[in-house]
């Protein structure tokens, strides 16, 4: 399958198991990766993911950087890059809509996956023809790709009645409108209550340390604690489909209100479904986030499983 990855690298460690996993799910399922935008502005994080592919001696393929869009607080890049002495070049990236673009020309049909702020994956539904193709985003978008997976939103009420409303539809909530609801495409989103406590990142950090770019940002992110797997989980879904992990609830007509809460509505011509964790017989919703957590940390250990110290600098 061929798939684009958009990603906020930088803003949490779980964009960063989201891309080791891509990276096995290319040598191990044969997934062809068209190209990755990067949806923070952080200087140090395009660096970042090329590291993750030059520890794997892989070519980093085509990569675009957001244009206007949130300014989110680096949070692990810095750090990241002064452990591995990751260095900086000065390199101005094409604009996402344009490596986006690009990329739809080149596929058949392709999977977009986006796990931060939708802001690159809005500009591209927005864009116009272009010297790269007569057509406008949104018919490249309704030719070529498949369906758009997102980590986005929230479905689950508290006890009161209040809607979480999530962090990367609010950081951007005209993309995130412009995505969720108006996409010619079918739409699945893993919320927030789906990753929330399916923790990952423990074993790769107890085993390296700071020895490779997915152990240190985690070491260096949140210690030996791990972290919740909404990104690595969304792009298992992306990827291999519901297997024995997921329920998907739809397909309806997806809403973001004001104040960046996301809805659905029950509609059989709807393009909008979410995820939930599906449960075995006799599982609590804890057993089965931790069912899926086993199997994205088994897939970190076994895209390092090979790896000895590189001197790889960016």
Same mark, same amino acid.
């Given at each position: 399958?061929d798939i684009?990855?958009d990603?906020?690298v930088g803003s949490?460690?779980d964009?960063i198991?989201?891309l080791?996993?891509?990276?096995l799910?290319?040598k191990?399922f044969?997934?062809?990766?068209?190209?990755?935008t990067?949806?923070?502005?952080?200087?140090?994080?395009?660096?970042l993911i090329?590291?993750?592919?030059?520890?794997?001696s892989e070519?980093?393929?085509?990569?675009?950087s957001?244009v206007?869009g949130?300014s989110c607080?680096?949070m692990?890049?810095v750090?990241?890059?002064?452990i591995?002495k990751?260095?900086?070049?000065?390199?101005i990236?094409?604009?996402a809509?344009?490596i986006?673009?690009?990329a739809?020309?080149?596929?058949e049909?392709?999977?977009?996956c986006a796990?931060?702020?939708?802001?690159?994956?809005?500009a591209?539904?927005?864009?116009g023809?272009d010297?790269?193709?007569?057509?406008?985003g949104?018919e490249?978008v309704r030719t070529k790709?498949e369906k758009?997976?997102?980590m986005?939103?929230?479905?689950k @009420?508290n006890?009161?009645?209040? &809607?979480? =409303? *999530?962090?990367?539809?609010v +950081?951007?909530?005209?993309?995130a409108?412009?995505?969720i609801?108006?996409?010619?495409v079918?739409?699945?989103?893993l919320?927030y209550?789906a990753g929330e406590?399916?923790?990952t990142g423990?074993?790769i950090?107890?085993?390296?340390?700071?020895e490779?770019?997915l152990?240190?940002?985690?070491s260096?992110?949140?210690?030996?604690?791990g972290r919740?797997?909404w990104?690595?989980?969304?792009?298992v879904?992306?990827?291999?489909g519901v297997?024995?992990?997921?329920?998907?609830i739809?397909n309806g007509?997806?809403k973001?209100d004001?104040?960046?809460?996301t809805f659905?509505t029950?509609?059989?011509?709807?393009?909008?479904?979410y995820?939930?964790i599906?449960?075995?017989?006799?599982?609590t @919703?804890a057993d089965?986030?931790? &069912?899926? =957590? *086993?199997?994205?940390d088994k +897939?970190?250990?076994?895209?390092y499983?090979d790896y000895?110290?590189?001197d790889?600098?960016?």
């Open positions: 399958m684009i990855l990603t906020d949490d460690s964009d198991m989201a080791a996993y891509l990276l799910a290319k191990k044969g997934v062809n990766i068209l190209a990755i990067h949806s923070q502005k952080t200087p140090l994080g395009i660096p090329k590291r993750m592919f030059d520890e794997q070519e980093l393929p085509p990569v675009g957001m206007g949130p607080d680096d692990y890049c750090k990241t890059a002064e591995l990751i260095k900086c070049p000065k390199i990236y094409p604009p809509a344009k986006l673009r690009k739809l020309t080149e596929t049909k392709c999977v977009i796990i931060g702020p939708l802001t690159n994956i809005s591209l539904l927005e864009s023809p010297e790269i193709s007569g057509m406008s949104m490249l790709c758009i997976v997102l986005a939103g929230a479905f @009420e006890s009161e009645g209040h &809607r979480h =409303a *999530e962090w990367n539809v +950081c951007d909530i005209a993309a409108k412009k995505v609801e108006d996409s010619p079918p739409v699945v989103t919320p209550e406590d399916m923790i423990i074993p950090t107890e085993k390296y340390g700071n490779n770019c152990s240190t940002v985690f260096v992110f949140c210690g030996n604690k919740h797997s990104d690595p989980a969304t792009l879904y992306a990827i291999e297997k024995d992990f997921f329920n998907v739809g007509i997806g973001v004001e104040k960046g809460r659905l029950p509609d059989e011509n709807g393009k909008f479904s995820l939930e599906r449960k075995s017989e006799g599982e @919703e089965a986030k931790k &069912r899926v =957590a *086993e199997y994205i +897939c970190s250990l076994e895209l499983a000895g110290k590189k790889v600098n960016v």
